[in-house]
């Protein structure tokens, strides 16, 4: 049987990357779609070697676009987690680092039309329905990926992406803090159970013997660290009603700790088998959050509490992300109004990927 090809970018968005594909060019049924991206990204081997996957969770995302019928979005950004060796797909995240390259694909894809130098791409995540204002520098029509922006974790420089995220707060669990505290005791750890942007369950580095500082590769070898994690994540995922959370990837799990290079506060974040080499958009905008609301975990780790929009630098292995928060606090009261930062994406392929035939013969997709 021949091979099934598929449109495709190929695309760096943020300190992620992966293919950027259209939905209606893949199949509709979930199940034969999970195992078309598995064959895409070559899931099940270790370096992904029959696939365009990159043997890390960061290289191993995808992202499907298609027109919106919301009536506030341009577009529509279906995002999909492919586990690097277990041949899993998970569809319940996002990704905001993938979400970057959204604007610029849609551009490229044709997806909406563009005028000027800068486009507004309005982006509806399917997955938990948050909406983001994208902003697009373009150049005599086409996209600019050609600037002076730099983030921490990609080399050189590119032009700017800019992002506004709107209804941050609830998006999976409907709630800020679904298990109805700020602060949870789970396995002798206080953790805060949190959804901003991104479902997670946050604690203090100390809690667990750590300085809150190691590099990714330290934490990725300290083996009783990420079990105790791990036990802790799922139960937090239960008080949190997203329950079973053993072959999903959320909630994920971070770590706050003092700032040690000039910045806010240090960050660890977990995909949530491995550390991050950096820092989750969309995980930045809960732990800044955290370090924000009165009776969390992250109280009281600002230097100074900082007056609305707050510039949080949060330290990760490496470097800093910034990013800014609209809040309102009056005593214990918090309210988030949004949250921004700006990162950097850049189109690295174009063309078709393959997958067997046997796995996709694409007859069902559409025209």
Aim: negative net charge; contains cysteine; hydrophobic residues 40%.
């Amino acid at each position: 049987m021949t091979q099934t090809g598929i449109p495709f970018l190929f695309m760096r968005g943020g300190t992620s990357r992966g293919p950027y594909l259209r939905r209606d060019q893949l199949p509709e049924d979930m199940d034969r779609l999970a195992a078309v991206l598995v064959a895409m990204t070559g899931s099940g081997h270790p370096i992904n070697i029959d696939g365009i996957g990159g043997g890390t969770a960061v290289t191993t995302k995808v992202a499907m676009l298609s027109s919106s019928e919301d009536e506030w979005a341009d577009v529509d950004y279906f995002f999909a987690q492919v586990g690097v060796e277990d041949r899993l797909v998970d569809f319940k995240p996002t990704c905001g680092n993938i979400l970057v390259g959204v604007g610029p694909a849609a551009i490229e894809m044709g997806l909406m039309p563009t005028s000027g130098d800068v486009a507004d791409v309005r982006i509806r995540a399917v997955n938990t329905g948050a909406r983001v204002l994208a902003k697009v520098r373009m150049n005599d029509g086409s996209v600019l990926y050609d600037g002076d922006a730099a983030i921490d974790g990609v080399p050189g420089t590119a032009a700017p992406v800019e992002l506004q995220f709107m209804d941050t707060v609830g998006g999976t669990t409907g709630s800020m803090f679904p298990t109805r505290s700020r602060t949870d005791r789970i396995d002798g750890v206080d953790v805060t159970c949190m959804d901003v942007a991104m479902p997670m369950a946050i604690a203090r580095a100390e809690a667990f013997g750590l300085t809150g500082h190691e590099s990714a590769a330290e934490l990725d070898e300290n083996h009783e660290f990420f079990d105790r994690m791990e036990a802790i994540r799922l139960e937090a995922a239960i008080r949190m009603g997203m329950g079973d959370a053993s072959k999903s990837v959320t909630p994920k799990f971070g770590l706050l700790a003092s700032a040690q290079d000039g910045g806010s506060a240090a960050t660890r974040y977990f995909m949530p088998w491995t550390t991050h080499p950096s820092l989750a958009v969309t995980g930045s905008q809960c732990m800044a959050a955290c370090l924000l609301c009165p009776g969390t975990v992250g109280e009281g780790l600002l230097k100074a509490l900082p007056s609305a929009p707050a510039r949080l630098a949060l330290e990760h292995p490496m470097g800093r992300l910034e990013v800014v928060i609209d809040y309102s606090r009056d005593g214990d009261q918090f309210e988030l109004n949004w949250a921004g930062l700006v990162r950097t994406a850049r189109k690295l392929a174009e063309g078709h990927v393959f997958v067997p035939g046997k796995v996709w013969s694409g007859l069902d997709r559409e025209s």
